[in-house]
């Protein structure tokens, strides 16, 4: 299991670089996915996050580097403690 994320605004952000990353790859759509899914994270509610994750990573092809960040989201999104 990988590290939580120290508060919801660390996940917004970490998933919000991501879809930057996503965008200078060009996979606008994907980013655009990322960042709808951001706007969502609260302390009580992350899980758009792991769905977006999992569904750019099913539909598009990234790089490691994106792929890993993707993981490490849904990871976090899909656990009971994403924070701390």
């Given amino acids: 299991m990988t590290e939580g ?5 660390t996940l917004r952000e970490f998933a919000l670089e991501t879809a930057l990353q996503l965008r200078a790859a060009g996979r606008t759509e994907a ?7 951001a706007t969502c994270v ?4 992350w ?3 792991g769905a977006a994750a999992a569904s750019i990573r099913g ?3 990234v790089s490691g ?3 890993a960040r993707l993981a490490r ?3 976090a999104a899909t656990s ?4 701390g």
Avoid: C, D, K, N
């Fill in 5 to 9: 994320f120290a508060s919801p605004s």
């Fill in 31 to 37: 980013s655009e996915v990322m960042e709808a899914a």
């Fill in 42 to 45: 609260t302390s009580s509610g």
């Fill in 47 to 49: 899980e758009w996050l």
């Fill in 59 to 61: 539909r598009f092809q």
């Fill in 65 to 67: 580097l994106v792929a």
């Fill in 73 to 75: 989201i849904r990871e």
């Fill in 80 to 83: 009971q403690q994403p924070y």
